[in-house]
């Protein structure tokens, strides 16, 4: 069995690579040859933690192109992946242990034989992939001419967002919404540095109506951003509904948008529909696409300048075996890793 420290797996990985790999497990889930198997969020209160386990299979049929229009494959021949995602949220690691609060360990599993084959750190995949949702979702659902970003949040992933989306569209200002005042100074101070026009929100109403796109990525039980404050042609990646209970748009927003999944099942469970569905309405009504449809060309993407589109990304289990199988294949060709 291959074992992968999380050190290896960022040296190995970079952002643009994840979004191909992203892409594909979203088309490739479009056209049948994934599996989605039902997520478990629970929480620990002893350890005052959120712990979940995501698992799925995926198979890869033989790519000739990179998705968005490249020419390298990102997967030769078919290919085929079994595995799960165990981790999650630790509140008090930092403080108590000295350790990061997000936590995750991948195992993949022979599809034909149920051996493991390799187990591997999932905080850097995480991270990345999570990210990559968000790029790809862009690249498909936001203008062209996006430029002005809005984030809410200031955590790892509120970074990590930003770094993505650079890749689909190109960013001249950020601005940054949060609940602390010392973490909003150092976000914006952190992307200055890079090159970006970073400026600290306090009416995130006035924010969010000069914005193109607009990313929310808190743990937050009640919306964030309301139906009348946001504007024809603007695009969401809302991020951080993920468990239950979680909830950062305004049900009326959803309704009046082109509303994108990355899987309907865990949006209702998980994502921004559980509130649609608490509320009895019929979330088939709501739901123009998955995101793996419009990546694999069954539905079109954004279809003019003025229409509102919102992509809830609840994090799906295919996003993890593509990325940690594609880890896995570099490995046995660099020698990378520990075989035991």
């Given amino acids: 069995m291959l074992l992968l420290s999380d050190d290896v797996i960022q040296n190995e990985l970079s952002m643009r690579q994840v979004i191909e790999l992203v892409e594909h497990a979203f088309a490739a889930d479009a056209h049948g040859n994934a599996r989605t198997f039902p997520a478990i969020v629970e929480y620990v209160g002893m350890a005052h933690a959120h712990f979940g386990i995501k698992s799925g299979y995926l198979r890869f049929e033989a790519a000739g192109r990179e998705a968005g229009g490249g020419t390298s494959p990102v997967i030769r021949g078919e290919q085929e992946v079994l595995g799960l995602k165990a981790g999650g949220y630790w509140a008090a690691n930092q403080e108590r242990h000295g350790l990061p609060k ?79 005042e010392a973490a909003i100074q150092d976000y914006v101070t952190e992307w200055r540095r890079r090159g970006v026009d970073g400026q600290p929100v306090k009416n995130l109403q006035d924010a969010l109506a000069k914005s193109d796109i607009v990313v929310t990525t808190t743990p937050s039980t009640a919306p964030l951003i309301l139906n009348e404050w946001i504007v024809p042609g603007t695009h969401i990646n809302a991020i951080g509904s993920d468990g239950a209970g979680k909830r950062e748009i305004d049900l009326q927003l959803i309704r009046r948008s082109k509303f994108v999944p990355d899987k309907i099942s865990q949006s209702t469970s998980i994502g921004e529909l559980q509130g649609v ?54 490995a046995r060709e660099k020698k990378l890793g520990q075989i035991v």
């Avoid at 993949?108 to 034989?113: A, Q, S």
């Avoid at 993407?301 to 295919?318: L, M, P």
Wanted: glycine letters at 8%; hydrophobic letters at 45%; aromatic letters at 4%.
């Fill in 102 to 180: 997000h936590r995750a360990t991948i195992l993949l599993i022979n599809p034909d034989t149920g051996e493991a084959l390799a187990v591997m750190s999932a905080n850097s995949i995480t991270r990345m992939r999570t990210a990559a949702a968000g790029a790809v979702a862009a690249r498909h659902l936001a203008r062209k001419d996006a430029t002005v970003v809005t984030v809410l949040g200031t955590g790892e992933q509120a970074h990590a967002q930003v770094e993505a989306l650079q890749l689909t569209r190109d960013i001249s200002t950020l601005y940054v919404w949060g609940r602390q």
């Fill in 277 to 330: 569905v608490q509320a009895g309405a019929d979330c088939r009504t709501l739901v123009y696409a998955e995101l793996g449809q419009i990546c694999a060309g069954i539905k079109v993407g954004r279809e003019n300048d003025t229409e509102i589109t919102i992509f809830d990304s609840s994090g799906v289990s295919f996003q993890d075996l593509a990325v940690a199988h594609h880890l896995v294949g570099v």
